[in-house]
């Protein structure tokens, strides 16, 4: 782990605060990471996700390997420089591509070959290419290739891809350099059995990884179902490893994934949400698209330190989601990522006070409170009262 050291800081009950050590910067932990699935954090400089609170962004080996290509970056200099994001980076191995490309893929015990989403074209993915373009890109943290397969499913379907990942993790391994400081993942599989589980963590511990990953969750189980699994999984993994949740989830999975002991999260749905007129605020998911917004000069939240919450009115955000406008996303994902950033900030400061179940309490009552209410005409304010904007 020359170069990548993990640090416990403090801890509530299984929850966890501590540091990632890399040579491009430390990651707080627990931390959300933004996806910049194609080199990009979509409609977000890079200089803004870092002053969120980001201290780490993840780009996805499926897409980059497709555009621009793995060693075209590479002679470019490496996905730092090539999007201008000089912290640490986690690729994606590329194996969710292997559940949700079903259709444009073909799986064998060797490695996947694909279809181009983009023009038809193919490609093969193994094991060993997938850590090679995950080196050529410049990660910070490498993620073995895996199988991800949708919940629910039939045991043997599960054992099954469970037993593929493990070998892979082995083949991934064997590929790996830990050159520059570089880290690899092992990422448990076995759906939603817990003897599967802990087989599949027990085995990857053995293999022995720098951090480890729970995959294979948050696709299309319910919530009860991924926490029960967090719960029989987690206690089987390496105490002194990184812990990390893929594609996990609402704030409110976040919250509860820390409780039980999971490090670190990524997830396309404030970014997405953004784009969609949805915006993440502590008093619940605001959709902006409604007409309730129409009339109303208030801001999203005024007390909020990002000036997207504060000082754009709720009429204007609707009127830029309605007319489609480019600025509407932009605000919303600004806001969105604002608003992750700042539930694992105050996350990782209930860990280090043992205050953590307080802290997830008063944060889920602010949601459980709701929205603004709407104005009524009698009750509108003007546009011009003194001190409503900043």
């Known amino acids: 782990m020359s170069g990548f050291q993990f640090h416990i800081l403090s801890r509530d009950g299984a929850a ?5 050590a890399t040579p491009r910067g430390t990651i707080r932990t627990p931390a959300f990471m933004p996806v910049g699935t194609q080199a990009t954090v979509k409609a977000m400089y890079p200089d803004q996700v870092h002053e969120l609170g980001a201290d780490i962004v993840l780009g996805n080996t499926y897409h980059l390997m497709l555009r621009p290509g793995a060693e075209r970056v590479a002679a470019l200099g490496g996905l730092h420089r090539f999007m201008n994001w000089p912290y640490p980076i986690l690729t994606d191995s590329g194996g969710f591509q292997v559940m949700s490309l079903a259709k444009l893929r073909k799986l064998d ?15 093969r993915l193994t094991p060993e290419r997938s850590v090679e373009i995950q080196t050529l890109l410049g990660a910070d943290i490498i993620m073995q290739l895996d199988e991800c397969i949708a919940l629910p499913a039939e045991a043997a379907e599960m054992e099954r891809a469970m037993m593929l990942s493990l070998a892979w993790a082995e083949r991934s391994k064997a590929a790996f350099d830990a050159g520059g400081g570089r880290a690899l993942f092992g990422i448990v599989q076995g759906g939603d059995k817990a003897d599967l589980r802990l087989k599949s963590a027990r085995a990857l511990t053995e293999i022995g990884f720098d951090g480890y990953a729970v995959g294979g969750l948050a696709v299309g189980e319910p919530q009860e179902v991924m926490l029960k699994v967090l719960e029989e999984t987690v206690p089987a993994l390496d105490e002194d490893r990184p812990r990390y949740l893929m594609g996990v989830g609402t704030p409110d999975d976040i919250l509860a994934s820390v409780k039980r002991g999971i490090d670190m999260f990524d997830c396309v749905m404030p970014t997405r949400a953004g784009r969609h007129g949805q915006a993440f605020t502590r008093f619940g998911t605001v959709n902006l698209r409604n007409a309730r917004h129409a009339d109303d000069p208030r801001p999203l939240d005024e007390t909020a330190d990002c000036p997207a919450s504060r000082t754009y009115s709720r009429a204007y955000l609707h009127h830029l989601v309605k007319a489609g406008e480019t600025l509407g996303a932009m605000l919303l994902t600004w806001n969105n990522l604002a608003y992750y950033q700042h539930v694992m900030n105050g996350a990782r400061r209930a860990i280090g006070e043992g205050a953590y179940d307080d802290y997830c309490a008063a944060v889920r009552a602010g949601w459980t409170t709701g929205d603004l209410p709407p104005l009524d005409s009698q009750e509108r304010p003007g546009w011009q009262e003194p001190g409503l904007f900043k």
């Open 109 to 123: 015990k060797d490695g996947v070959t694909f279809r181009s989403h983009i023009d038809g074209s193919q490609h």
């Open 16 to 20: 966890r605060r501590g540091e990632i």
